[in-house]
């Protein structure tokens, strides 16, 4: 009986959703991916609501809080940013705290553009910010039927679970330090891979 609990306790469920508002002047990207359109997302980073809603169920499922308390939209740091940084930097903690992620699965809501030819960069994107398999991610995508800021094509939003697995019970605790640090680390490691 213990055992089954133990192993029930390694599994971890977390989901992320997130909403951007589609305006001029602004690049399209979601899931890392620029597509070619005449609006792009507002946000204080680059507006990748798919990437958001994925950060936000991986931390969730570790209970590590969400994008915005690791990622202020007050902070100069993070204007403009390329969101798959908050996304490595969402994995690399769960690594840090012994956690592997199982799986994800994301639903883009886009009234347009067309997001199906975009898919498979998506995930390829995704998947190496996350440092997981092809197998392990999933993204879809679907309209509002018209409905609402995203069906009149005001908005693009997405909502994303993730499955996380503990490898044991007591993952270790970073500080603020040590949180900080590996921060800049995994930025100054990102920045040399473009
Ligand atoms: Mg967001």
């Known amino acids: 009986m213990a055992d089954e609990i133990w192993h029930m306790n390694r599994f971890r469920v977390g989901i992320g ?13 979601l899931g890392g991916v620029e597509i070619s359109y005449e609006r792009g997302l507002l946000g204080h980073s680059d507006g990748d609501s798919l990437t958001h809603a994925i950060t936000d169920a991986l931390l969730g499922a570790a209970a590590l809080g969400d994008i915005g308390a690791h990622f202020s939209d007050l902070d100069p740091r993070w204007a403009g940013a390329d969101s798959l940084v908050f996304l490595r930097h969402a994995s690399g903690l769960l690594e840090e705290r012994g956690f592997e992620i199982a799986n994800v699965d994301a639903t883009i809501l886009a009234e347009r553009p ?3 030819p975009h898919l498979a960069k998506m995930k ?10 092809q197998s392990q991610i999933n993204i879809k995508a679907k309209t509002n039927e018209g409905l609402d800021a995203i069906g009149c094509g005001d908005a693009i939003g997405a909502q994303a679970v993730a499955l996380i697995v503990a490898d044991d019970l007591t993952p270790a605790k970073l500080s ?3 949180e900080l640090e590996m921060i800049e ?7 040399s891979k473009r």
Not at 17 to 29: F, Q, T, W
Not at 124 to 133: D, F, H, R, V, Y
Not at 185 to 191: G, L, R, S
């Open 17 to 29: 959703n997130d909403i951007h508002r589609l305006v001029e002047g602004r690049k399209l990207i």
């Open 176 to 178: 603020v330090d040590e």
């Open 185 to 191: 680390k995994m930025i100054a490691e990102f920045e």
């Open 114 to 116: 067309k997001m199906a």
């Open 124 to 133: 390829t994107k995704l998947a190496e910010a996350m440092g997981i398999g």
